[in-house]
């Protein structure tokens, strides 16, 4: 919204703020005030106007300021979608105040009232737009450091109003990290599972090939030794009958 700031006391109109302040949010229409002050006896007439017009709709553009009155002017800044660099905006908005005739409607005021072939003293006053960090909710009340100021956390959880953008940029990008930290972590498990399971597999083969190699050499051993024997006996036989 419009924050107040220094008016300047012109000689027909008091404008307040002289600079309109947008909290910038995309997708999302905005809207701040301006207010027009008449401190003169005169009817004063007026008109609102804007380097974009597309972009600014100025409720109402054009009027009457009764004499001791005010008259409050809404100006509002439609959706945008994209951010503008660096936040930086070079609009700006021009408001012409002119004495009117006593008694004038709003209907009455026309667009040659502002020219200068009218012979008017037309007066005129600059506005520029700014962006700034949309409101955020209401923190919760931070713990007082020993000297009685807030904490420190404060400031590095970015709770405080400077820190607003960040805490809302934190609040967004937190939960996408943790997502990702969950997926890589189901990730990881499952490669360790396979890598198990494959594990298991080759040393139940392994066994296998043990068990076998071991069938193989106990039977092999035993008709090696049967071969032995018989061999022996019968060199042993040979060797009683020549003898």
């Known amino acids: 919204m419009a924050s107040p700031g220094p008016a300047p006391a012109g000689e027909l109109l008091r404008i307040?703020?002289?600079?309109?302040?947008?909290?910038?949010?995309?997708k999302k229409q905005i809207s701040c005030s301006m207010q027009l002050s008449n401190l003169s006896d005169d009817y004063i007439a007026f008109k609102v106007k804007t380097t974009s017009p597309k972009k600014y709709s100025v409720r109402p553009n054009t009027g009457v300021v009764l004499p001791r009155s005010t008259c409050d002017v809404v100006v509002t800044m439609q959706a945008?979608?994209?951010?503008?660099?660096?936040?930086?905006?070079?609009?700006?908005?021009?408001?012409?105040?002119?004495?009117?005739?006593?008694?004038?409607n709003v209907k009455d005021v026309t667009g040659e009232m502002f020219m200068k072939e009218s012979g008017n003293k037309i007066e005129e006053v600059k506005l520029r737009v700014t962006y700034v960090a949309p409101p955020q909710p209401p923190s919760p009340v931070p713990e007082e450091s020993e000297e009685g100021s807030p904490s420190?956390?404060?400031?590095?959880?970015?709770?405080?109003?400077?820190?607003?953008?960040?805490?809302?940029?934190r609040e967004r990008i937190e939960p996408q990290e943790k997502s990702l930290e969950a997926g890589a972590l189901i990730s990881k498990l499952?490669?360790?599972?396979?890598?198990?399971?494959q594990q298991n597999h080759k040393i139940r083969q392994e066994l296998?090939?043990?068990?076998?190699?071991?069938?193989?050499?106990?039977g092999g051993?035993?008709?090696?030794?049967?071969?032995?024997?018989?061999?022996l006996i019968g060199i042993f036989l040979g060797y009683m009958m020549k003898s």
């Not at 307040?16 to 910038?24: G, N, T």
């Not at 296998?208 to 106990?218: A, G, Q, Y």
């Open 16 to 26: 307040d703020p002289i600079e309109l302040r947008f909290p910038f949010e995309l």
């Open 190 to 197: 499952t490669e360790e599972k396979n890598s198990a399971i």
């Open 80 to 104: 945008q979608r994209e951010v503008p660099s660096d936040m930086q905006c070079k609009d700006k908005f021009l408001v012409q105040s002119v004495v009117a005739p006593s008694g004038i």
């Open 152 to 169: 420190r956390v404060e400031s590095e959880n970015g709770d405080g109003p400077a820190g607003g953008f960040t805490r809302a940029l």
């Open 221 to 231: 051993g035993f008709s090696f030794v049967i071969v032995i024997i018989v061999a």
């Open 208 to 218: 296998d090939m043990m068990r076998r190699e071991v069938s193989k050499r106990r």
